[in-house]
């Protein structure tokens, strides 16, 4: 079956703009973790959902990010006014199981770039 | 609070010879410990995890990892390297209080390069 999907892969933005970024999750899966990788970095826990439920949005930088999961699956996260520190890899990831202790699987990200 | 210091940014080993990647922890409480391995373009994949069962976890591709509260060190090793393990490695760290505060903290992460 199919794994963890993203799109765009690729974001090249201007300074100011907004933008989404989609995840599509394993189906089935009920957790869901959006990852913020800077370059030459470790990925960075932004936010988690438990099926719709937000459960954790500690790690988002500010409040010009938003994530949604309105209906349990698909994944929005939402940069509005967009800075150049917001140029990053932005990572998603699915796990079966409640919690993040549980096997997470990666999609391969989306390259987003704030001129 | 949690963190992970992985001690080597980048390794070189020959193929054939063994692999030793280092990572220490800091955690409050009993922490769970994976490694997660990147190559490129593609996603992050889990190599291990230690949930407080046995110190040695055997992982795929034939890499291992051994948890030393002691040492509060979490390294990775493999008995030979292989073309393919050329990638990039992170040591990862969760501790939860309560269930849902479970959030994982990566480590710098190691580059491995396999010299043929």
């Known amino acids: 079956g199919a794994g963890v999907s993203q799109s765009p892969r690729y974001k090249v933005a201007k300074r100011g703009q907004d933008v989404a970024l989609r995840c599509d999750p394993i189906?089935?899966?009920?957790?869901l973790f959006w990852y913020q990788q800077a370059l030459g970095q470790g990925p960075e826990f932004l936010t988690y959902?438990?099926?719709?439920?937000?459960?954790?949005k500690s790690g988002l930088p500010s409040d010009r990010f938003f994530a949604e999961r309105p209906e349990g699956s698909v994944s929005t996260l939402k940069i509005q006014r967009t800075q150049q520190e917001d140029s990053a890899v932005y990572l998603c990831?699915?796990?079966?199981?409640?919690?993040?202790?549980?096997?997470?699987?990666f999609g391969p990200g989306t390259r987003l770039t704030v001129l | 609070a949690q963190s992970v210091t992985q001690l080597d940014s980048h390794v070189s080993v020959s193929e054939g010879t063994p692999v030793l990647l280092r990572c220490n922890y800091s955690s409050s409480y009993s922490p769970s410990l994976f490694w997660y391995v990147q190559h490129p373009n593609k996603g992050l994949q889990l190599l291990l995890k230690y949930t407080s069962a046995a110190t040695l976890v055997k992982g795929i591709n034939g890499f291992e990892a051994e948890f030393k509260k002691s040492e509060t060190s979490f390294h990775l090793t493999k008995p030979s390297a292989h073309m393919s393990d050329a990638a990039e490695y992170f040591c990862v760290v969760s501790e939860g209080v309560n269930f849902g505060n479970e959030k994982l903290t990566f480590g710098t992460g190691t580059r491995l390069t396999i010299i043929p």
């Open positions: 189906s089935g899966h009920v957790s």
């Open positions: 959902f438990q099926n719709e439920a937000q459960l954790d």
């Open positions: 990831a699915s796990s079966a199981e409640m919690g993040a202790r549980t096997k997470q699987f």
